[in-house]
């Protein structure tokens, strides 16, 4: 019961919080981006995976900035936040699933051309702010109902985010904007 009265909460929120806001849709590739944000779940080897798009990304001359959920309610020590890579955890998140944290705001609020989730597990959080985005173009990994992204990319049952990477990288490098 609890669970539904959540569900029902956030999507209360967000229609509310859509009706405002009007995004420009686009459809970018590596080649003519200039700004990307990153938006994934912390663990360890989804982090590694984003410092590495984010260095190759840079090696492009496009900008980018990341916003990693740590899902517990205290951050270990070893996460500090930079101006390029910020996080939140549970305590930023209030009872129904809606990110409080004044960076993540300011996450949503920004114009990227190119906005990559990494979104592994089931967050509601993460699905809030990958549908609040301001992003041009919404990249993500899992197909479901009223998902706000504008390219998916399946990469089959057995993910990790190096594969994920990997296919990224791929596509939007080799998709030809001229067509």
Known sequence: ??????????????RKSLKVRRRSPGFFNFNTAKTVGILYTYDPETDKAVEALMAFVSKNYISSRAIGYYPDKKMPENLSSSPLRQYFCKVDVNWYG????????????????????FNLADHPVMHYLAELSMARMKVGR????????????????????????????????TIDMRN
Request: glycine share 4%.
């Open 98 to 117: 809606k990110c409080i944290s004044p960076e993540a705001v300011n996450f949503t609020e920004q114009e990227f051309d190119i906005l990559i989730d």
């Open 142 to 173: 899992r197909a479901y109902a009223g998902n706000p992204y504008d390219f998916i990319l399946s990469t089959g049952e057995q993910f990790s985010p190096k594969v994920f990477t990997e296919e990224l990288e791929h596509y939007l490098l």
């Open 1 to 14: 019961m609890f669970k539904t009265i959540k569900q029902y909460m956030i999507k209360y929120d967000l």
